[in-house]
Nanobody
Framework: QVRLVEFGGGEVQAGGSLTLSCAASRNIVDFNAMGWYRQAPGKQRDLVAGITSDVNTNYADSVKGRFTISRDNAKNTVYLQMRSLKREDTAVYYC?????????WGRGTQVTVSS
C-alpha cells in the first residue's frame, strides 16, 4: 500500500505562484510514474502533469510553460511548481503514484486562485 500526502495548497491571487508537494510513504524510485491531477467543481478529474521513473515529463496543454513537475528521490517527494496562476486553475489537486500497475491517490489539496 502506498500513502501519499499533499502539501502546499491555499489561496493565491491571479498571476501568483504556488508550489505543491506530495510525500510518499515508500521509495518513489519504485513507482512507474507519479504526478498530479486536478478536479474543479462539477468537472472530471484531469491530468495536470506526470513524471516517470526515468524522469520523462508530460503536461496538460493548459499548464505548459507555467507549471513544472519535479521529483526528489532522496525525500520521496514530487513537486508541482505553479506560476502565472489563473482563476481556471482553481481546483482540488490530487497526487497519484502508479505502483505495480495500480494507481494510488492522495486526499487532495485545494488551490484557489482569486482575481
Amino acid at each position: 500500500q502506498v500513502r501519499l500526502v499533499e502539501f502546499g495548497g491555499g489561496e493565491v491571487q491571479a498571476g501568483g505562484s504556488l508550489t505543491l508537494s506530495c510525500a510518499a510513504s515508500r521509495n518513489i524510485v519504485d513507482f512507474n510514474a507519479m504526478g498530479w491531477y486536478r478536479q474543479a467543481p462539477g468537472k472530471q478529474r484531469d491530468l495536470v502533469a506526470g513524471i516517470t521513473s526515468d524522469v520523462n515529463t508530460n503536461y496538460a496543454d493548459s499548464v505548459k510553460g507555467r507549471f513544472t513537475i519535479s521529483r526528489d528521490n532522496a525525500k520521496n517527494t514530487v513537486y508541482l511548481q505553479m506560476r502565472s496562476l489563473k482563476r481556471e486553475d482553481t481546483a482540488v489537486y490530487y497526487c497519484y503514484a502508479n505502483y505495480f500497475g495500480l494507481d494510488n491517490w492522495g486526499r487532495g489539496t485545494q488551490v484557489t486562485v482569486s482575481s
